[in-house]
């Protein structure tokens, strides 16, 4: 069934009455900070911060994105939220992770193949480092060789133990050890208390499948989604918190 694109007044009228109780998540890229070109230059929406910090007077607020700790530390999230990143594999105020043996000998045959993969998709490819993966970006990169390039690294990755491949917004992941979204929310949540959570990409789908009667999901922006409703983009997130 199609998500139901739904206004901010009325998104913060369905999800007013759960804040007694609920866990509400948040995506960053595409939620919380509009996508741009650079993933380092991202910042948040105007009054987000603010608007974050006063809904955790009332609900239990989650930031789960899949940028690692470290790089969600520059948005100076208030201490009254919890930030989850790398996919769930890192949380704010936890020891830092840390790969196995197995795992560092794999990562090491990811950053090959990804710097290979940015060599053959050229100017406007680069690479972010993660504690558990690599990330290709090729936002700027030419349409077609970014293409070829990531066709090749995906083929050559499933040939090696351990790795596993994400998609995001013009983003290819390599990591030596996986994590999701989905199975985090499912984690941190009390049981009998009900999720809202807003995100905007492939990698959030797992939260909204695994969403149970009573969970408010929402998709923000455009794409394929299980969640039940559709924001138009991060404005309308903005909005929808002013009006909580």
């Known amino acids: 069934m199609p998500a139901v694109d739904i206004t901010p007044e009325r998104l913060a009228a369905e999800v007013a009455p759960l804040l007694g109780s609920a866990l509400v998540g948040f995506d960053v890229d595409g939620v919380l900070a ?6 380092h230059d991202a910042a948040l929406s105007p009054g987000v911060l603010d608007e974050l910090e006063r809904l955790a007077m009332r609900a239990r607020v989650v930031i789960v994105s899949g940028r690692s700790v470290g790089d969600l530390d520059r948005f100076d999230f208030p201490p009254t939220l919890e930030v989850v990143g790398s996919h769930g594999l890192e949380r704010r105020g936890m020891p830092p992770l840390a790969l196995d043996d197995d795992e560092q000998y794999t990562f090491e045959q990811l950053e090959l193949l990804a710097t290979r993969a940015v060599d053959a998709a050229g100017d406007g490819a680069w690479l972010e480092y993660k504690p558990a993966s690599v990330v290709i970006h090729v936002r700027e990169a030419d349409r077609t060789l970014a ?12 040939m090696i133990d351990g790795a596993h ?16 979204k989905g199975e985090t929310i499912t984690e941190l949540r009390e049981p009998g208390q009900p999720v809202v959570f807003l995100g905007d990409d492939v990698t959030d789908e797992s939260v909204f499948e695994a969403m149970v009667d009573g969970d408010l999901g929402i998709r923000v922006g455009d794409g394929d989604t ?19």
């Open 226 to 244: 299980a969640a039940g409703y559709r924001l138009a983009g991060p404005d309308a997130v903005v909005q929808f918190l002013h009006r909580l």
């Open 165 to 180: 491949v994400k998609h995001g917004h013009m983003v290819c992941e390599l990591l030596a050890r996986t994590g999701s």
């Open 34 to 39: 509009p996508i741009v070109e650079k993933a």
């Open 147 to 158: 293409e070829r390039a990531i066709a090749a690294v995906e083929n050559l990755a499933s």
